[in-house]
């Protein structure tokens, strides 16, 4: 056989990778907008997951679970609607709050979400839960983004008040441009995100 048609360098596939793979039925049209377009409170979130390297993670699923600025994290039921046809997700229904999503990373590793600020409640700063599934990880890691603005209460928080603060730096998101919070989520390494342990 003359000649080498392989290529030098092959991109992986998902035999030469660590799974699960998220990215696949898990996300739904729509999974970012928590608040409806138009929204006159709404903001955005969004950020980038990286790994032990600084390098994007392309292919990570974010879940956000808070509650609405009055507090209330019991959420909206039925936001959710299926096409009686395909079963499928149309998407939500465009008018409630749900305070909760489910957002791909994209080929660049960044997310986004369009959501409401939560109100305080059980004695923490408004914040809200992030989920974060990603190849290689063999669970699901949890952990908050803060908003600066409620800096006051960041020391009355009992996570936060816990912290060293370089470590409270990982769970504080920066404000941005027109109404907009840039949260990053670290994996490994240097500035790695604070992570929580449930038990």
């Known amino acids: 056989m003359t000649g080498d048609t392989r290529s030098e360098n092959p991109l992986p596939t998902p035999s030469h990778t660590v799974g699960p793979f998220y990215g696949y039925a898990l996300p739904f049209p729509g999974g970012g907008d928590l608040a409806p377009a138009g929204h006159p409170e709404a903001v955005t ?8 390297a600084g390098a994007p993670v392309p292919d990570a699923l974010i879940e956000l679970w808070q509650a609405g600025p009055d507090g209330d994290a019991s959420g909206v039921p039925g936001s959710m609607r299926r096409d009686p046809v395909t079963g499928g997700h149309l998407g939500r229904n465009g008018v409630d709050f749900t305070g909760w999503g489910r957002i791909p990373t994209d080929a660049d590793g960044h997310w986004a979400a369009r959501t409401l ?21 063999t669970h699901h890691l949890f952990t908050r983004l803060y908003f600066p603005e409620h800096g006051e209460a960041h020391g009355t928080d009992p996570l936060l008040a816990s912290l060293d603060p370089a470590r409270r730096e990982t769970l504080v998101a920066a404000a941005g441009p027109h109404g907009s919070y840039r949260f990053d989520i670290r994996l490994q390494g240097e500035r790695e995100t604070v992570f929580l342990d449930f038990h």
């Not at 950020?47 to 032990?52: E, N, P, R, S």
């Open 117 to 137: 600020i939560p109100g305080p409640r059980g004695g923490h700063a408004p914040y809200i839960s992030v989920c974060v599934f990603a190849r290689g990880l």
């Open 45 to 52: 979130v969004h950020g980038y997951v990286l790994d032990g």
